[in-house]
């Protein structure tokens, strides 16, 4: 099995096996997915890998914009359009994506990172309708604030306040409680759950 991608380039298994994979070059997939092909079996992909890039959109950078849509939405295309063919022959694949409450409640700002993950959200539905008769299962979680290197800055300090004032639940989540719901959408107890986004955020703006 597949258990996670946890970042753009690292790609672990039930074995504890861990390959570095960058998940936008198409040739490094395919050939880590032909290497691997006869281990590979009952699959459950978890496409978490994420950049993001702070800028007003007339500022912006065109290539570090280019580059979070390239991170986020074509890698997590490009390591389910590899992997598809071994789920299909099998006629079972659990895939969760990693989309972000951003994509529907939007910040100044994040323009290429909320563009990537609602594309996220557009490509978990599709997947889903597509293969659905083949027992492939393709659903989305999108987290709020997580306790991560990426949200440090945000929950210290005076301005922790003002973010956690709009969350019902009066704090940022952990990794664990992310971990929580990865394990739902990967577990039996989904069974019947696709094309669906979980919207993992503690009531944010509810």
Not at 125 to 152: H, Q, W, Y
């Amino acid at each position: 099995k597949v258990i996670g991608l946890f970042n753009t380039t690292v790609i672990g298994n039930n074995q504890g096996n861990y390959y570095k994979v960058d998940i936008t070059d198409t040739i490094q997939v395919r050939d880590f997915i032909t290497e691997n092909a006869e281990s590979l079996n009952h699959i459950t992909l978890i496409n978490c890998a994420g950049i993001n890039y702070n800028s007003f959109a007339h500022k912006a950078d065109i290539m570090k914009w280019q580059d979070v849509v390239k991170v986020n939405l074509f890698g997590t295309f490009n390591i389910i359009n590899g992997i598809l063919p071994i789920m299909r022959e099998q006629s079972y694949g659990r895939i969760i994506n990693f989309g972000s409450v951003v994509s529907e409640l939007p910040s100044p700002g994040i323009s290429a990172y909320a563009a990537s993950k609602a594309g996220i959200i557009g490509f978990t539905k599709s997947v889903a309708l597509e293969l659905g008769s083949r027992n492939i299962r393709c659903n989305a979680i999108a987290p709020g604030f997580v306790e991560t290197d990426m949200t440090t800055h945000l929950k210290d300090g005076e301005g922790a306040d003002k973010y956690k004032a709009g969350i019902p639940l009066g704090r940022f989540a952990s990794a664990e409680d992310i971990a929580n719901v990865t394990l739902f959408l990967a577990s039996d107890l989904s069974s019947y759950v696709t094309g669906q986004t979980i919207s993992a955020c503690g009531g944010l703006n509810i």
